[in-house]
């Protein structure tokens, strides 16, 4: 089966730095989205990993280890329109192509 | 260049009745995937169409379905609805490769009474 774990709620300042975690166990793994939904709007890109390491964009970094089936979203510098849930998507081989799994969301308040 | 668009945006239906779903894909996409939105199952998979072919299909019953057209705008049929069929809808396309991010319409918002 496919399980994505991330936590429900996280609260941070403004200006302040936020590591929202990812653990996923999927029957086989392609790469690992990141997406962003504010309130009432569509998800919208943030980052992808298909490698170990780091990906830098901007405020926002995002990290994969395949090995230990995990990633994190991380955010600096922090600003009130980052409130926001952040969705963890992992997509696996199925035939030809690939299916996307998500993850429930994090919700992101961010306080003055 | 636009991007995706959903109709209708707001739709209210019975226990029972059918509804059919919309999504034109942005110019050039040949993948639409349809997603269900609940807060307590968040987003989950329901099929993904390309040039005109289901790819792949997620865990739904056979209640929904789907189909593409040869400019790959799309549509999504649920029949004999259920409440629990209320739900965010949203389409998403992409060039469909793995790797390519999916953009996202903003939805249909359908409420079963």
């Known amino acids: 089966g496919q399980n994505i774990d991330q936590p429900t709620e996280m609260t941070a300042t403004e200006g302040a730095i936020v590591q929202i975690n990812c653990t996923y166990q999927t029957s086989g793994f392609n790469g690992l989205f990141w997406y962003q939904q504010h309130a009432g709007e569509a998800p919208t890109f943030l980052s992808y990993n298909v490698l170990d390491g780091l990906e830098e964009k901007g405020r926002f970094s995002s990290f994969l280890s395949r090995s230990k089936g995990y990633s994190y979203l991380l955010l600096k510098e922090l600003q009130m329109k980052d409130s926001a849930s952040y969705l963890c998507a992992v997509t696996s081989p199925s035939g030809g192509s690939y299916i996307p799994t998500f993850g429930r969301g994090t919700s992101l308040i961010v306080h003055p | 260049k636009a991007g995706v668009t959903q109709t209708p945006r707001y739709l209210i239906k019975t226990r029972g009745q059918q509804v059919t779903l919309s999504c034109s894909p942005i110019s050039g996409h040949r993948s639409v995937s349809w997603y269900q939105q609940t807060p307590g199952q968040g987003l989950q998979f329901l099929f993904e169409y390309f040039s005109e072919t289901q790819r792949n299909k997620g865990n739904f019953p056979g209640r929904f379905s789907g189909r593409q057209f040869s400019n790959s705008r799309s549509e999504m049929n649920v029949s004999t609805l259920e409440l629990g069929d209320s739900a965010l809808y949203l389409c998403?396309?992409?060039?469909?490769?793995?790797?390519?991010?999916?953009?996202f319409g903003p939805g249909t918002r359908l409420t079963v009474l």
């Open positions: 998403a396309s992409s060039l469909g490769q793995e790797n390519n991010e999916q953009f």
